[in-house]
């Protein structure tokens, strides 16, 4: 089983800053890829910026240029920093992690976070 606690989000102004933190812990062998998602209420589940293991970062395009993803590999955490925030980023922000307990196939995990509010508004 492999666990993601988030922390960050909250309320914060348009235009403003935000940071949110996602640290993997449990039965974990390797990680592949590791990031944020976010759903809006009536919306359907969107992407927002992953990393893999590898190095490279993928961005949803509406968030490009804003926000920047990073992470330490040797702690499984990534973290997700928030620039010039508007109120359409005002979403449940989830984390979520793809890779393997086991160097084996069947090992492989799809986990996700709680989830955690962030909200733009004045």
């Known amino acids: 089983q492999v666990d993601l606690m988030e922390s960050g989000g909250g309320l914060v102004q348009p235009g403003g800053s935000l940071s949110l933190s996602c640290e993997a812990s449990?039965?974990?062998?390797?990680?592949?890829?590791i990031g944020w998602y976010r759903q809006a209420p009536g919306k359907q589940r969107e992407l927002v910026a992953t990393?893999?293991?590898?190095?490279?970062?993928n961005y949803g395009d509406s968030v490009k240029g804003r926000f920047t993803i990073s992470r330490l590999n040797a702690m499984n955490t990534v973290y997700l920093q928030m620039n010039s925030l508007k109120p359409e980023d005002t979403a449940v922000y989830y984390c979520?992690?793809?890779?393997?307990?086991?160097?084996?196939?069947?090992?492989?995990?799809?986990?996700w976070g709680q989830g955690t509010q962030v909200t733009v508004s004045s």
């Open positions: 979520n992690a793809v890779g393997y307990a086991c160097p084996k196939s069947e090992c492989v995990f799809d986990s």
């Open positions: 449990g039965s974990i062998f390797s990680i592949n890829a």
């Open positions: 990393r893999t293991s590898g190095g490279s970062s």
